[in-house]
């Protein structure tokens, strides 16, 4: 087992959530839980919403390991987490990385989930092309830090009209990427570029789910909400017409929005 205690952002502890199940938050990549800062403002009087830094990112401490980091690492991370604070059953949103985490979440804890939120994420594994990319990324980000990280991401995270209108969120983004560490950067690049393919869980999954995309994501397409929707019975889908791949941010008042409905 992979124990970390991880920094947690919280809000609304004791809020009911039906029986005290908190909504935990987690992030994608190369960004920490100050990405649901929206969030843990606007949902934090009515519900108990925790934002967790992963392993490395953020004021998380990174693993312990001496191989590469897995999905299944980050998912054991909440799940002790979550142990450690006595809570048997959580409500887990997932954004990018964090639904790859989530699938991985689904497979190995399955009686810990209450309900699954799925954020500008996609089942699927990387390809041959999307492996080799990410090794190359982690290569550069060992010799120059998280400034490559950020160079790369940061053309594709918002809509259009986002990086017209409200360039003070982009370069807030920027700063956020650039204060990660090293390691932590490394090792999501890792545990992605060796995710398995979450395809055949979509069939297994039975707790209540909610998909939630950007009609402007640049990097999750469409097609890929569309697909989980379809492969997972009961599923919701909203889809925030004026956001892109970082749509908590672009538009939180839709998000936050579909977020009450569902949970
Ligand atoms: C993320 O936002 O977590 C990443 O864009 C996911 C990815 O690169 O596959």
């Known amino acids: 087992m992979v124990r970390n205690s ?3 952002r919280e809000r609304g502890k ?18 920490d839980s100050s990405m649901w800062e929206k969030q843990l403002d606007g949902l934090g009087d009515e519900m108990w919403v925790v934002a967790p830094d992963m392993p490395g990112m953020g004021q998380s401490e990174p693993f312990e390991l001496h191989r ?12 002790d987490w979550a142990g450690s604070r ?7 949103a997932g954004h990018s990385m964090g639904g790859y985490i989530a699938f991985a979440f689904a497979r190995r804890h399955p009686e810990m989930l209450a309900k699954l939120i799925l954020v500008a994420t996609r089942p699927g594994a990387d390809n041959e092309a999307g492996k080799e990319g990410r090794y190359k990324m982690a290569a550069g980000v060992e010799e120059k830090g998280a ?4 160079d790369a991401m940061l053309p594709k995270l918002f809509a259009p009209a986002t990086y017209e209108d409200h360039k003070e969120l982009v370069e807030s983004v920027r700063g956020l990427i650039l204060r990660q560490e090293k390691r932590g950067v490394i090792d999501s690049l890792h545990a992605m570029a060796g995710r398995p393919d979450s395809s055949p869980d979509m069939a297994r999954i039975k707790v209540p789910t909610l998909i939630v995309s950007g009609a402007q994501d640049a990097i999750i397409p469409a097609t890929e909400a569309d697909n989980m929707h379809r492969g997972i019975d009961g599923s919701r889908h909203v889809v925030v017409q004026d956001g892109g791949h970082l749509l908590m941010l672009e538009d939180a008042r839709a998000f936050n929005k579909a977020i009450r409905e569902f949970a």
Do not use: Q
Request: charged share 15%; aromatic share 6%.
């Open 6 to 8: 991880l920094n947690v």
């Open 86 to 92: 006595g809570i048997e059953k959580i409500m887990l």
């Open 147 to 150: 400034v490559v990280a950020a």
């Open 68 to 79: 590469e980091a897995s999905m299944n690492d980050y998912a054991d991370a909440i799940a």
């Open 14 to 31: 004791g809020k009911a959530n039906g029986n005290g199940v908190p909504l935990v938050l987690v992030h994608g990549f190369p960004f």
